[in-house]
């Protein structure tokens, strides 16, 4: 399985909310581990081969948490996935602006 897509719901300005998308996107869709001067940044990929209510839970943690360091501004609200029948994970994050 595969992060394809990443959607997100906001509240807030459209050039506040803009820059926190891209933030939160940049972060979602770097595999942690990848970025050389800070290893932590990105979301773990381990959860991908979990069935999907138990990664949904696992990936939702940790966004949340990786949100709360890297992208302050951003209240996480809620994260959803949803898969396809070729493996296709789309993630749904809706968020406040903090």
Same mark, same amino acid.
């Given at each position: 399985?595969t992060?394809?897509?990443?959607?997100?719901?906001?509240r807030?300005?459209?050039?506040e /909310?803009?820059? !926190? +998308?891209?933030?939160? *996107?940049?972060?979602?869709?770097?595999? %942690?581990?990848?970025?050389?001067?800070d290893?932590?940044?990105?979301i773990?990929?381990?959860?991908?081969?979990?069935?999907?209510d138990?990664?949904?839970?696992?990936? /939702?943690?940790e !966004? +949340?948490?990786?949100? *709360?360091?890297?992208?302050?501004?951003? %209240?996480?609200?809620?994260?959803?996935?949803?898969?396809?029948?070729?493996?296709?994970?789309?993630?749904?994050?809706?968020?406040?602006?903090?």
């Amino acid at each position: 399985m595969t992060l394809a897509d990443v959607e997100f719901n906001t509240r807030g300005t459209m050039n506040e /909310a803009d820059e !926190i +998308i891209e933030c939160l *996107r940049t972060l979602i869709m770097t595999p %942690a581990g990848t970025v050389p001067l800070d290893r932590d940044f990105g979301i773990s990929q381990a959860p991908l081969d979990r069935p999907l209510d138990i990664a949904e839970n696992l990936l /939702a943690v940790e !966004i +949340i948490d990786k949100a *709360r360091k890297y992208e302050p501004r951003a %209240a996480i609200r809620e994260v959803r996935l949803t898969a396809n029948m070729e493996g296709k994970i789309t993630v749904k994050v809706a968020i406040a602006n903090a």
